[in-house]
Nanobody, 122 residues
């Protein structure tokens, strides 16, 4: 079982930046960041392949967010720039064992963190 702990959320004005952290305990192939706004379904934001460093983004964040891993491979970051009000949501990181880390099916991820709130104001 993989344990994940998110941090780094907060309140920021539109156009600002935040960096979310996901501390990962245990081995996994893929780490994904998801978000869920009130009344909406959980959606995938970005994924990271631990072995290859490959990344995958949803279209709405491609030019604004980046996912990376610390050298010690214990923390996966989500760097969020040019934040918009529609980015407001609870952000979760999740882990799955898979040869490919593309795609955002939440059901494929077996371990989840508790979430960290991101609020973007105008």
């Amino acid at each position: 079982q993989v344990r994940l702990v998110e941090s780094g959320g907060g309140s920021v004005q539109a156009g600002g930046s935040l960096r979310l952290s996901c501390e990962v305990s245990g081995y996994t192939d893929c780490v994904g960041w998801f978000r869920q706004a009130p009344g909406k379904e959980r959606e995938g934001v970005a994924t990271f392949n631990v072995a290859t460093g490959s990344t995958f983004y949803t279209d709405s964040v491609k030019d604004r967010f980046s996912i990376s891993q610390a050298n010690a491979k214990k923390t996966v970051y989500l760097h969020m720039n040019s934040l918009k009000q529609e980015d407001t949501a609870m952000y979760y990181c999740a882990a799955k064992m898979s040869r490919g880390c593309y795609g955002f099916n939440p059901g494929a991820y077996t371990d989840w963190g508790q979430g960290t709130q991101v609020t973007v104001s105008s």
